[in-house]
């Protein structure tokens, strides 16, 4: 099973919203509504932000928001702040009955 | 609110075996799968298999059948996850996680992860 597509960096500047995407195919992204997001800071374990393509975990903020369009699933940061700045994977389930991870996406805030 | 806590590192000789564990505090394991999560040097997240507590059932991901296992102990709620024939390759980070059973044998997500517990697999 290969990995979801994701774009290697993203950058934005304080206060602004960006967009991370997430591509996969008809036999995962596309085919289920079980597309996770996860926010991971160097050294750290991974911290869900947006589980089933569009809810949020309790204690996880609203500047976080999730969504799906065919076989392309997209995380949303808007209002950008420093603590932002990681590391984020999307996951989806898959027809194999398997679990696949994209390969992760650099967020720097400027 | 469920923690857990894994074991500490570990310096392994290629061809060896090393068992990590996983350790649940505030909460049961009774409406939760616990997988394993794999993570290389600057690399992305892998999932390697899971185990369900209460079943005792375990699955594993096609790229690692054969040479993981993946078990629980419900009376320490305490997983396990124990990987064969070590090679420089398998040096990472591996995490536990858990996750809320689903209708398949496979986690749609995972809330909490563990601390991680880096594995060097070197001669």
């Known amino acids: 099973q290969s990995a979801l597509t994701q774009p290697a960096s993203v950058s934005g500047s304080l206060g602004q919203s960006i967009t991370i995407s997430c591509t996969g195919t008809s036999s995962d992204v596309g085919a289920y509504n079980y597309v996770s997001w996860y926010q991971q800071h160097p050294g750290k374990a991974p911290k869900l932000m947006i589980y089933?393509?569009?809810n949020r975990p309790s204690g996880v903020s609203n500047r976080f928001s999730g969504s799906k369009s065919g076989n392309t699933a997209s995380l949303t940061i808007s209002g950008l702040q420093a603590e932002d700045e990681a590391n984020y994977y999307c996951s989806s389930y898959t027809s194999g009955s398997t679990l696949v991870f994209g390969g992760g996406t650099k967020l720097t805030v400027l | 609110q469920v923690q857990l806590v894994q074991s500490g590192a570990e310096v392994k000789k290629p061809g060896s075996s090393v068992k990590v564990s996983c350790k649940a505090s505030?909460?049961?394991?009774?409406?939760?799968?616990i997988s394993w999560v794999r993570q290389a040097p600057g690399q992305g997240l892998e999932w390697m298999g899971g185990v369900i507590p209460i079943f005792g059932t375990s699955n594993y991901a096609q790229n690692f059948q054969g040479r993981v296992t993946i078990t629980a102990d419900k009376s320490t709620s305490t997983a396990y996850m124990e990987l064969s024939s070590l090679r420089s390759e398998d040096t990472a980070v591996y995490y536990c996680?858990?996750?809320?059973?689903?209708?398949?044998?496979?986690?749609?997500?995972?809330?909490?992860w563990g601390q991680g517990t880096l594995v060097t697999v070197s001669s």
């Open positions: 996680a858990r996750a809320l059973l689903t209708g398949t044998t496979v986690p749609y997500w995972f809330d909490p």
């Open positions: 505030g909460d049961t394991f009774s409406s939760y799968s």
């Open positions: 089933d393509v569009s």
